[in-house]
């Protein structure tokens, strides 16, 4: 008897799900997986960033250290109300600040007890109160180590930007941005009101604390939902708050401005 072979029906090779139901199961498990090993990531920083000692702080600084476009133009004030709000933080370092030579206002901390502040953000300030606050909110990093774990969290972002490639990687990258930017949040509201409680202990008040963000406000909060930082009114909302239930003085007279 001759033996006839039957050829492969034409769909062994066809799934029967929808091109659309593989593809989301593809995403949604590349997503779990990114998500897992982001929280993994994030525990082994958050640990490592608590053991860290002021020292290895200093050498991470001096491994860090680029050229910037720094004015020593009113550094000396800068100094006086910034050691002046140090004694309320009492950190395990001495703080320098920095004027940073650039239009665009903002301040941040940096490894080893550093902060910067641009020239925008000092010309942003009309008191010596807005300057304390926008001061009292960088050592509230410095205090909650946030400086460090944004160092590692960017690392763990750019290690999977790596990883992911081009197959998905804008929607697992806006995943892991958008957690970045919880974290983020969360921690900038901690220093605004880290900054408040060393703002009272050094001035006795928080007047005007609110203000430069009431200045900075553009009415724009939905634009906030995968910012590093929350929008202005919830962040003046919730310092709002801070300062009555602890009973802060918000009536203080105003302190103007030493000349630049």
Not at 131 to 145: D, P, R, S, V
Not at 179 to 206: F, H, P, T
Request: with cysteine.
């Amino acid at each position: 008897m001759k033996y006839t072979s039957n050829l492969p029906d034409d769909m062994v090779n066809i799934s029967n799900e929808h091109p659309l139901s593989v593809g989301l199961k593809l995403t949604l498990s590349l997503l779990f997986l990114a998500g897992v090993a982001y929280l993994i990531l994030g525990f082994a920083i958050d640990y490592a960033v608590d053991n860290i000692s002021p020292t290895q702080e200093k050498k991470l600084e001096e491994l860090l250290s680029i050229d910037m476009n720094l004015s020593n133009e009113g550094s000396t004030y800068l100094s006086k109300v910034t050691n002046k709000l140090s004694k309320c933080a009492n950190l395990p370092y001495d703080i320098g600040i920095h004027i940073l030579n650039e239009a665009e206002p903002n301040a941040f901390a940096a490894p080893g007890g550093n902060i910067y502040i641009t020239k925008g953000m000092l010309e942003k300030a009309d008191s010596e109160n807005e300057l304390a606050f926008i001061i009292g909110h960088e050592l509230g990093h410095f205090k909650h180590k946030d400086h460090l774990r944004t160092l590692g969290y960017k690392l763990i972002l750019s290690m999977f930007g790596i990883l992911i490639g081009k197959d998905y990687g804008v929607v697992a990258n806006t995943t892991l941005n958008l957690g970045d930017a919880r974290y983020s949040q969360k921690a900038e509201l901690e220093a605004d009101i880290y900054g408040l409680e060393v703002m009272n202990c050094a001035y006795g008040s928080v007047t005007n604390a609110t203000k430069i963000f009431e200045k900075m406000d553009d009415n724009k909060e939905w634009q906030y939902f995968m910012a590093t930082h929350p929008g202005f009114k919830k962040r003046i909302m919730k310092m709002k708050e801070k300062s009555i239930k602890d009973g802060f003085d918000t009536h203080k007279t105003v302190i103007p401005l030493e000349k630049f």
